[in-house]
């Protein structure tokens, strides 16, 4: 990872975490809205929701020992940790965010079963086959190599063991390329959201076959995650959020500002929300 893309990333999620946490909550990822998007239900019940209806999609049942790639501020990690009684790692490239996943940990009463870190996910510290369950949610469009990435999730990964990866992705290309506009609309994402660039879902299959994963499955809840955005549109600007945008930083305030980017692209069927799993 470039040392400017990796600077960029721990600054924008520096910045914007105590914001987010206030005003959102821990998750820091997509709610489900039931499969068409139309289940009418409280923001962070919808966030808790899809992590279970991941679980429930890829088949997991129960994990010893996880990784969490692109913690946050631990959400998922804490979630997971307790649901399966597990030991839960997350790593991330902010240190803010780690020492608040760190700390809500304790409050959890989970810190003996949880351990939050700094760490590149392209070169992550743990030795081969270390985790039964690596879980990736929303951090695989920040990845400037995405083979790289997924390489490393399979080397970690025990065999047997479950990789589940939800990133954002763009529409699929083998019927017709992306237009001049669509790359205009993902280059402002990017700009705005720290992303190097994203990729189709049918790309990261092909890239999960190369690995070898067994029992490989995609899916796209483009459609069951859609209205998150309209959700955190509308909660982003109470006297609430604002006064805490005025003194969060220009990269956040930019962010808030162009939450619409993200709503457009579903609608128009630009971005797509791609889920993978597979086992060793």
């Known amino acids: 990872m470039s040392t400017t893309l990796y600077q960029e990333i721990q ?9 987010w946490e206030q005003i959102w ?10 499969a068409e998007g139309k ?9 808790i929701d899809l992590i279970e209806e991941l679980l429930s999609w890829a088949g997991v049942t129960g994990a010893e020992d996880i990784l969490d790639v ?23 490239l902010s240190p803010v965010q780690a020492a608040r996943a760190t700390e809500r940990s304790r409050e959890a ?19 081969d086959n270390s985790f039964d ?24 990964l025990k065999p047997g063991g479950t990789l589940i ?40 299959r092909a890239i999960a076959h190369q690995l070898r994963l067994n029992n490989i499955r995609t899916d796209d809840w483009s ?20 006064f805490g945008l005025l003194f969060s930083g220009w990269s956040t305030i930019q962010g808030a500002l162009s939450l619409g980017l993200m709503r457009r692209g579903y609608e128009r069927g630009l971005v797509k929300f791609g889920l993978l799993c597979g086992n060793k």
């Open 11 to 19: 600054q924008f999620y520096d910045a914007s975490s105590g914001l």
């Open 25 to 34: 909550g821990e998750h820091m990822h997509h709610g489900y809205y039931g």
């Open 39 to 47: 289940d009418k239900k409280e923001r962070r019940q919808a966030q």
């Open 70 to 92: 692109g913690c946050g501020i631990g959400g998922s990690s804490l979630h997971l940790a307790a649901k399966f009684g597990a030991n839960a790692t997350g790593i991330t």
């Open 109 to 127: 009463n989970l810190s003996q079963r949880t351990n939050f870190l700094v760490a590149n996910a392209q070169e992550m510290p743990f030795n």
């Open 133 to 156: 369950l690596v879980w990736s949610l929303e951090s695989g469009e920040h990845m400037p190599d995405k083979t790289k990435f997924l390489q490393e999730c399979y080397r970690v």
């Open 165 to 204: 990866m939800v990133t954002w992705c763009h529409r699929p290309t083998d019927t017709s390329p992306l237009t001049t506009d669509e790359q205009k609309h993902l280059q402002d994402i990017y700009r705005v959201y720290c992303l190097p660039y994203v990729i189709s879902l049918p790309e990261y």
């Open 223 to 242: 459609v069951a995650v859609a209205p998150f955005w309209d959700f955190v549109i509308d909660s982003a600007f109470t006297p609430q959020a604002v």
